[in-house]
């Protein structure tokens, strides 16, 4: 007879009560939707800005930006920016 394993869980998508639980899942999530921008970027050409705040008392800021933050939200407020060389 096979042994059963428990294998991934599902996962409800609420928000966490445990301030050190959610801490290490915005750290694991962060880095994984930061490194599928990157792969985006890579493999079709795709110019992405992400900024994302971390969540309670620290209130971080972190961003991942190809080419530019400044850049891409100027072009889609339709700002002009000036000629670079």
Request: glycine content about 6%; overall charge positive.
């Amino acid at each position: 007879m096979p042994r059963r394993r428990k294998g991934r869980k599902r996962v409800d998508i609420v928000k966490m009560e445990n301030e050190s639980n959610l801490q290490v899942t915005f750290s694991k999530r962060r880095a994984g939707l930061f490194k599928k921008a990157s792969e985006l970027c890579t493999l079709c050409g795709a110019e992405i800005a992400i900024v994302v705040f971390s969540p309670g008392k620290a209130n971080k800021v972190y961003s991942f930006d190809h080419p530019s933050v400044e850049l891409l939200v100027d072009r889609f407020l339709g700002r002009d920016l000036p000629a670079t060389k």
